[in-house]
């Protein structure tokens, strides 16, 4: 015989419930699943044994941070030890719990058997269906209080204790970074075509889309273009040559007179344009700095734009760091991927390292290989920026020469130095910078044929 209670973590507190004796566990399920969305006949099937309320609201968050990581907090083995009987030969007691990792937290601390199979979940989700009706003095009110209040601040502690650190930034302004170069090629496109009905000549002496937007706010009517404008179209154009077209070509123009409302609005487009480029200069700034500071060796290796969508495209650095090298190397190509396997043909050499600059100076021949190679340094490189406690960007910077010293060796044939040695002279800079990241460095260096021991230790760190 056993005897069967079950757990249950509200926002309010512990509940523990006693489930009613039948000869066949088999029979419990079907009667639990029949029982659940009626009062009369769930009340039937438990019994509240014992429900202890938080005192205040910090409690009850420190208790979900604990149950979240499966750890028994103090209060809940204090409620159990008091409402769970102990078992004997003749009768067993077995606990039964949502989460498998609290039960054996509670196993080890008070060693009750703990059980989350069978009908133990069906009767979790009746308690939380009726928890309201099963304690005495509570109401669907206050339990949705509870939850709601608990529920925020438990969010606002992990937003605060985010272990991605403050990846979530780079998320967001790569993504706003990206979504600017769109809207900017879009805009510079529209205003290319709505200028060109009263100035159709400038396009072709002024082919970039921002001096264009720039040279169009600053002539306006062509007509009233003179001599007087040169040295600003010098500044917009940097070219005195230029500048002296736009003037000659303004002159002869085969462009259609405009009226200066049209004129007005024009100017108005153009300066949102220009406003919305010098913007993305700021964004493209703040992405760097918050690069620098989150994943200096990343930034470095592949620059920071590159490093920063293959942060966004895992989700943070931490999930970036645990991908092995094969899936950084067609990290963005996974429809590819798909295909390749599915027809059965060539699966992608790259993703979104194809924006790196090394895979353009390798050849043809070489992409793959340049591919493979750039992928297994990002890899290093995320894993130092992410478990790293001081970050700084010297091992970027020897990874960086591993790059370049590899393309080197498919187009010369000079054979680059071993990983080894590089990570050692890394060690070495670091050391001097940061004395406390390679304390334990010199004495595993005494030891004989384990000379790859100081980078694995600072990996790890």
Request: hydrophobic content about 40%.
């Amino acid at each position: 015989m056993s005897k069967l209670f079950v757990l249950f973590e509200h926002a309010a507190g512990y509940a523990l419930f006693s489930v009613r004796e039948f000869e066949e566990v088999g029979m419990l399920l079907p009667q639990v699943e029949a029982s659940v969305t009626d009062l009369q006949r769930f009340n039937q099937v438990v019994k509240l044994v014992g429900f202890s309320p938080f005192k205040t609201a910090v409690t009850a968050l420190e208790n979900v941070n604990s149950i979240s990581e499966g750890i028994a907090p103090d209060d809940l083995k204090l409620f159990l030890d008091t409402n769970v009987p102990r078992g004997s030969k003749k009768e067993k007691v077995v606990l039964g719990i949502a989460d498998p990792k609290l039960g054996a937290s509670i196993t080890e601390a008070l060693d009750i058997k703990c059980d989350h199979t069978g009908a133990i979940p069906e009767i979790i989700r009746g308690i939380r269906y009726h928890f309201s009706s099963l304690v005495k003095g509570f109401s669907n009110q206050s339990s949705g209080i509870a939850q709601l209040g608990l529920g925020h601040s438990y969010s606002r502690a992990k937003v605060k204790f985010n272990v991605n650190r403050v990846d979530n930034m780079i998320i967001q302004s790569i993504a706003l970074l990206d979504q600017l170069d769109k809207d900017i090629n879009t805009f510079s496109m529209r205003i290319r075509e709505w200028y060109s009905y009263h100035f159709p000549e400038l396009v072709k002496i002024v082919p970039d889309n921002y001096m264009y937007a720039k040279a169009a706010e600053l002539i306006k009517n062509r007509k009233e273009l003179t001599q007087d404008h040169l040295e600003a179209l010098e500044e917009i154009v940097m070219d005195s040559a230029k500048a002296q077209a736009i003037i000659d070509a303004s002159k002869s123009s085969m462009g259609m007179d405009i009226s200066p409302i049209d004129l007005l609005n024009i100017e108005m487009f153009a300066k949102r344009v220009i406003d919305l480029a010098d913007y993305r200069k700021e964004l493209s700034e703040y992405l760097r700095s918050k690069m620098s500071g989150v994943a200096p060796n990343l930034a470095t290796l592949i620059g920071d734009q590159v490093g920063a969508r293959l942060i966004a495209h895992a989700g943070s650095l931490t999930n970036l760091a645990k991908y092995p090298a094969s899936t950084v190397q067609i990290l963005g190509a996974e429809k590819a991927l798909f295909r390749a396997l599915k027809t059965k043909g060539n699966t992608p050499k790259y993703g979104l390292l194809f924006h790196s600059t090394f895979i353009g100076r390798a050849g043809m021949k070489n992409k793959g290989r340049i591919s493979r190679y750039l992928a297994n340094k990002c890899s290093i490189a995320s894993r130092i920026d992410c478990f790293a406690e001081l970050p700084c960007n010297i091992f970027g910077e020897k990874l960086r020469q591993q790059v370049e010293d590899r393309l080197k060796f498919y187009e010369t044939g000079d054979v680059p130095k071993k990983n080894i040695e590089v990570m050692q002279e890394a060690i070495e800079e670091a050391s001097q910078i940061v004395p406390a990241i390679t304390e334990e460095t010199p004495k595993k260096k005494k030891k004989k044929d384990k000379k790859t021991k100081p980078t694995i230790t600072l990996l790890h760190k």
